[in-house]
């Protein structure tokens, strides 16, 4: 079985640039997630889909984020326009139930100059 | 707002020698997650605690959780060098599962 990948595994933009990361969750795992940790700090909760809908986004940093789950299966994070600040590593995660284990994809790497 | 804090954040340790990790959390929760990370690689799930007294084993490894104290330990018995990794516990939310995080332990086991 196919774990969760992400796409790119690192990404080197500009401030003002755009960026689009991708997620792919496990096949049949209708819980989507997205992670972000920033230097030295914590892992944050960004959002979660269950199958196509928005569950709960409340860890969205800014209008600048826009996430999508187009069918109810792959996933992109997009940053426009990106700031310094958006720098760090982010992570995907899906699940098959609630209350089961989440299972990460190995991150982003993002680095805004 | 939960907030989940581990201690130590970082652990130099011998090879066979026995330690505990701990993770506090806020707010009620019934349900904790150990995760364990390589540097570099993904997130990997350890432990699923979902009840008060829930105890799984590992290996070297076992978790407890202690809902009414509202923590969680992770004790490494006879430590290995493969075990050296960044540890993280995270707490979920209630009812929106989101999953709160520790800042995560960094351990390192010498030979």
């Known amino acids: 079985e196919a774990g969760v990948t992400q796409f790119p595994s690192h990404s080197v933009i500009e401030k003002g640039q755009t960026v689009t990361l991708r997620c792919d969750p496990i096949?049949?795992?209708?819980?989507l997630y997205w992670y972000r940790r920033v230097m030295g700090k914590e892992i944050k909760f960004l959002l979660h889909?269950?199958?196509?809908?928005?569950?709960?986004e409340s860890g969205m940093p800014n209008n600048r984020f826009l996430a999508e789950r187009t069918g109810g299966t792959y996933s992109t994070l997009k940053v426009q326009p990106a700031e310094l600040e958006d720098s760090g590593v982010y992570f995907c995660?899906?699940?098959?139930?609630?209350?089961?284990?989440?299972?990460f994809g190995d991150g982003t790497r993002l680095s805004i100059l | 707002e939960l907030k989940v804090e581990q201690n130590p954040l970082f652990l130099s340790m011998q090879e066979g020698k026995n330690y505990t990790i701990y993770c506090n959390y806020s707010?009620?929760?019934?349900?904790l997650y150990w995760y364990r990370q390589d540097p570099g690689k993904s997130l990997e799930s350890l432990f699923v605690?979902?009840?008060n007294g829930a105890v799984k084993q590992e290996g070297r490894l076992m978790a407890s959780l202690d809902t009414k104290a509202r923590l969680s330990t992770l004790h490494i018995t006879a430590a290995v060098h493969d075990l050296s990794a960044t540890y993280f516990c995270?707490?979920?939310?209630?009812?929106?599962?989101?999953?709160?995080w520790g800042a995560g332990t960094k351990l390192i086991i010498k030979p």
């Open positions: 605690l979902l009840s």
């Open positions: 096949s049949g795992h209708d819980n």
């Open positions: 995270a707490v979920d939310m209630g009812s929106n599962y989101q999953l709160i």
């Open positions: 889909f269950v199958k196509e809908s928005k569950q709960d």
């Open positions: 707010t009620t929760s019934d349900r």
């Open positions: 995660a899906s699940s098959q139930g609630l209350q089961g284990a989440q299972h």
